[in-house]
């Protein structure tokens, strides 16, 4: 199954895509997709919805806007340098466990939304990322092998960042993480069963046409179930939670010399199965 929202900011509705490729409205079965929804085993109600009348669903129309799939996590956990091949062009070794870092939930928006440039910001960075969302409390789990049964689905993430905040500032990482619009996520979460193999997506990114970033997730350090084991050795992962797993090369950091986002810029960027950003850079 392909989830997906709809509709304005603050106003957003469940949904589908079909078979056909059609966005389906289910505001009329759920309320949305959130941790109530992945918390309450709701995953089968949906596929028999979907099985039993998925063409007699309303059609959601084509100039609604593409909400995040998921709505506002309670949390984002991010994992910092777990490419080694981007590793490597930060010039940097390979971490022996996962660098986690936070980011605010409410950096969470649409797919083709704005990305906010914020104020004092000089050095608006990218990175295309695999997202995996929680779909069952996971705590203190006993092996990589049981994480499979907590993941909800994976999508697209665009962990934006202000490197001047996060490098510059003082402090860890969150100020360079956490600016308005900072996570674009979506088109569509994608339910395991649609991903032959996460972690052998390719994945890319463009700006203003250009070709920044083309990498896989065969490139990970720490694969998605690892990190979802890993992680709940320090924390309760609650359903609906995201965690984005690290970016490829080719960040505007990396590049010499460094390049960085401004407004007017224009970001594109995909992962395999899981469709397609694109974003206009704007002034906060």
Known sequence: MRLIRFGPLGNEKPGVIDKSGTRRDLSAHFKDWDMAFFGSSNMPRLAEILKRDAAALPVVPENERWASPIARPAKVICIGLNYSDHAAESGMPIPPEPIVFMKASNTVVG????????????????????????????????????ASAHIAGYCLTHDVSERAF???????????????????????????????????????????????????????????????????????????????????????????????????????????????QKQHCVPA
């Open 111 to 146: 797919p083709y939304d704005d990305l906010l440039i914020p104020r004092g910001g000089e050095k608006t960075d990218w990175e295309v990322e695999l997202g995996v969302v929680i779909g069952k409390e996971a705590r203190y789990l006993g092996s990589t092998a049981d």
């Open 166 to 276: 996060q490098l510059e500032r003082n402090g860890q990482w969150t100020k360079g993480k956490s600016c308005d619009t900072f996570n674009p996520l979506g088109p569509w979460l994608s339910t395991p069963d649609e991903i032959p193999n996460p972690d052998a997506l390719k994945m890319k990114l463009w700006v203003n046409g250009e070709l920044r970033q083309n990498g896989s997730t065969d490139k990970m350090i720490f694969n998605c179930a690892f990190l979802v084991h890993y992680l709940s050795q320090f924390m309760t992962l609650e359903p609906g939670d995201l965690i984005s797993t690290g970016t490829p090369p080719g960040v505007g950091l990396g590049m010499k010399p460094p390049k960085y986002l401004k407004a007017g810029d224009v970001v594109e960027l995909e992962i395999e199965h899981l469709g397609r």
